[in-house]
């Protein structure tokens, strides 16, 4: 065997690990998931059939707006509390010390367990609505809403500690020299999180809100239990088409255009950051 | 010893008196190792219960999440005390095990499990199969005896033959909160429950129909009262429709009617998503009249996560209910045994206990609840006269779906 063939069949070798568990874990699924998706229950061969009931129902349709919204919501929701949350944590040692505590309590609390901690204070007689009745104030539906109000509080709920972990930390590497100098020439705490910290945490920033995007986008248990009767996100459509009626093409449909929606908001997510930078730089 | 035994069986088996037939053959299609054809309710336990020890063992399976702790804490102790047979207890999701037992059959290989618990839905694929032993065990049970016979033998409108014994009986209702309802001014009919629904908004708790049982139970009561035309209601019963054929009867003029009630009173009800879903919002106070499952809500007030003041009635049009059932697989490991367990699981006994432990009734006829039970736990259960008088059978599943379909792309998304 030559050098370079001896070359070669190492540098695969080194690589089998990374690309090997790659192609094993995550290729050969996804190619599974869009080669079912152009099948249809019950005949044998490619068909476009699932794909045109897919979108030529408006239960689906619906379910699909209704799983975006409950992936962006969230998201913003988080990323407005956890912002400022992990500026305030870099201000001195003991807003460190006291929001570092504060904010990891939600992180070992299970989805599931959100779920119902909002489903029994927030419900129609839940706890919240008891304790304000003898007030005369009447709680606003939160639980069951058509806009799914009590989903986005729980999954916000679920999510700002995995945010504020992602963005303390990219703002905690930010050397405080800069920070510092920033302040020296006369910038405010306002100006050296909008110059300086926020375009220097921009990578953690991103990271966060992309875990968080794709974790509210597939969530099945929270919007099952605190969401509305109509419309339904696609990830209880998917559950209920792959266990209950046994509709496996239509759930790879599904899968399929909720993986292909969550990488067109994220490229439209950098476009807009991108766009932001840019006109940043620009006006110097 | 074995001779003698061998001999004592071969003995009682000549002398059967009333035989049971194979049901929809003249021959059985299973071979358990002993003479069925000779077999009968009188000598059964003289026959059945030396060759069930024998085998010493029986594999049981059990669809459901909820009957797990009855079964595992009472019923299979029971048994095995009773009988000092082995119980092997498998769970599981159904649709699973229903390939598995079909795949078996077809490869030539025992039954996984010696005697079966599933769901009514899955008769009609198993007894497709082949794979249900066609014994008419109300006849050859002894403890079938005092079953009703046209629930014993018709299951979601096929004829069996008493191949699928009805182990458990649910009925769909409607609970209410005596605290907010006093049970002398509760809706006792769709139209008055409407006019209730609309003039007391968001007290009326519907589950959806396609969120849970109690709701689409709901919904067939309101379309075997509101579907008069006779051609219409021939579908209720149309055991082998199709999906596009339920398709088309849900878009069509004979559910008209059904829809339009509900869209009467849709902006004046809670929709959940569940039957559990309903339940809270009653224990909470937040709803007073919700839609339910009997076995249900007799459980969730049993464990006081109802108030003792919620009652259940059934409608004077009628509500559904349905059930699910035992069988005996072709080619089990543990046949006498399987029997056994089978017929141990029918007895007045253990039925009475099912009722009064988890509020799941029984095709039994000797069993009233007013005779056993304590006036606190009959209060807890719809009225025996109108169980009596209104319980209906449901519609084929494949309809019900495709109405609660319907039901979601057309009522429910405003």
Known sequence: MSGSKVKTATLLLCLLPGVGYLLALFGLPLVRVLSGSFTERGSEGPTLATWAELFGNPVYMDGLWFSLWLGIAPTIVSL???????????????????????????????????????????????????????????????????WGAGAIIALSWKTVPFMTLIIAGSMAAISKDVLSAARTLGANHLTVLRRIQLPLAQPGVTAAVLL????????????????????????????????????????????????????????????????????????? | MKALVTASIAILLSTAAYAVEPTGSDKFNTDPGFDLGTLSADNFYDVIVPLAKKEGTVTFYDFTDSFGPLFNDRFIPEFEAKY?????????????????????HNSGAKAPADAYFVSSGSLPLLGGEGVVANVPLHKLLPSGAALDPAI???????????????????QTGIIFDTRTVPADTVPTNLD????????????????????????????????????????????????????????????????????????DILSSIEVTNGNSDTLNLIANGAGAIGTAWEDMAYDFTGRGL??????????????????????????????????????FLMSKEVQLEKLSAVGSRSARTDIDPAQSFTPEQVARLIPTEQFKERALARMPAVLNDQLAAYFTANVLRK
């Open chain 1, 212 to 284: 968080s995007f794709i974790g509210s986008l597939g969530s099945y248990v929270i919007p099952s239990l605190l969401g509305p009767s109509y419309p339904l996100p696609l990830s209880v459509h998917m559950f209920s088409e792959g266990f209950q009626q046994g509709n496996w093409p239509m759930v790879y449909a599904m899968g399929t255009l909720l993986s292909a929606m969550a990488i067109a908001v994220l490229l439209a997510y950098y476009a807009i950051i991108g766009s932001l930078s840019r006109n940043d730089t620009a006006r110097g």
């Open chain 2, 84 to 104: 000092g047979i082995k119980v092997e207890y498998v769970r599981g999701e159904d649709k699973a095990a229903n390939q598995q037992l079909i795949a078996a």
């Open chain 1, 80 to 146: 407005c509390i956890s912002l400022p949350l992990s500026a305030l944590m870099q201000a001195n040692e003991t807003s460190r010390k006291l929001f570092g505590t504060l904010y990891k309590i939600p992180l070992v609390v299970p989805g599931i367990v959100a779920g119902f901690l909002v489903l029994v204070i927030l419900d129609r007689g839940g706890m919240a609505g008891r304790l304000l009745a003898p007030l005369g104030v009447t709680m606003p539906r939160l639980v069951r809403d058509d």
């Open chain 2, 306 to 343: 109802l108030p003792p003041t919620v009652r259940q009635q059934l409608l004077e049009e009628g509500q559904v209910g349905g059930g699910d059932g035992l069988f005996l697989p072709v080619n089990g490991s543990n046949p006498a045994a399987g029997l056994l367990m089978l017929d």
């Open chain 2, 192 to 263: 008055s429950l409407a006019a209730w629904a609309k003039a007391n908004p968001g007290k009326f708790v519907v589950t959806s129909p396609a969120g849970g049982g109690s709701g689409s139970g709901l919904m067939q009561a309101i379309a075997f009262a509101k579907v008069t035309d006779a051609a219409c209601r021939e579908t209720f019963v149309q055991w082998n429709i199709t999906k596009t054929e339920a398709d088309a009867f849900a878009a069509g003029d004979c559910m008209a009617p059904v829809w339009d009630y509900y869209k």
């Open chain 2, 152 to 170: 014993a033998t018709v299951t979601s409108g096929i004829d069996h033959g008493g191949t699928f014994l009805p182990f458990h009986r649910n």
